[in-house]
């Protein structure tokens, strides 16, 4: 029980040959492809803007926007 299986994915291939035909597939699996690719860059632009700032000995303090500053 549990995982996809070979037939899952002939079910699942049948569906969308009969929901949207075969002209359109080749055109929703290149815009499913950039949209995945728009989201993956966007993920890393945001890992990369994460507000961390190292200390004297190298370590990593990452700081959390929850928690007030009480300087």
Not at 49 to 55: A, G, I, V
């Amino acid at each position: 029980m549990g995982g996809l299986q070979g037939w899952h994915l002939v079910v699942i291939i049948v569906l969308a040959l009969l929901l949207f035909g075969a002209p359109k597939l080749p055109g929703l699996a290149r815009s499913m492809g950039q949209s995945l690719r728009i989201f993956k860059s966007e993920v890393r632009q945001m890992k990369d803007d994460d507000p961390k700032s190292e200390t004297v000995d190298g370590t990593v303090n990452e700081q959390n926007p929850n928690e007030k500053n009480n300087s």
